[in-house]
């Protein structure tokens, strides 16, 4: 990487960031701290050079956090040289609204979580809306495609193999079912902010993905994202 002659503007963030990756797959992976010292070396590399690339074109695509979680999935699955290629080409694609300057277009994509939830299941969707909960609990989510909160990297992996094969927009349907797979325990809790904030970001280490992966490319053919996209406004006023 060019950046220490160069540096990009968000150096020191993800720097921050990388010296705290990798710890959700030392369990599962059987890595040693040798190892993950390797990684997070490799994963360095990647990060800086995606983002040196992007500020030495003129791209206005920035660092957030939380990319280097999906660059670590990439890096751990592919390697270094196709985690590179693959994270910078995810950046100028699927994830070009996250890397903005600020957080406003993804503010707005969220604001599609709700109606999309209306169209899935209307009881949970008037149950969480009256909680007063607004969708950013699922940013993260949105932001790194689960990595961040899940810890077994072949799930991991397959919901990345998913989001590829995907529309960008998928990760809020992935949501969305998310969400609908656990109305029992949401509506047992109490109808109050910090509860239901609390439950929906506590995500369970065992879900069962292959199934939530199925019924989000249902809900997608059901209600595709052209039609989200333009029916929005309408659904968010209803």
Known sequence: SSASASPHPEFDVV???????????????GMGEELMLDRRRELSRIVHGAMDSFHTAGHNLHYYQGYHDIATVLLLVTGERTAFALSTAVSRTFLCDAHHPDMS??????GLLFPLLKVADSELHSFILDSGVPPYFALSWVLTWFSHSLKDLPTVARVFDFMLSSHPLMSLYVSVRVIVHRRAELLACPCELSEVHGLLQNMP?????????????????????SELLLKDKALVKE
């Open 105 to 110: 277009r993804m503010i707005n994509l969220l």
């Open 15 to 29: 720097d921050r960031d990388i010296e705290r990756s990798l710890w959700n797959y030392v369990e599962s992976e």
């Open 205 to 225: 280490d065992t879900l069962p993905w292959e199934e939530l992966l199925q019924q989000s490319l249902k809900l997608y053919r059901d209600f595709p994202a």
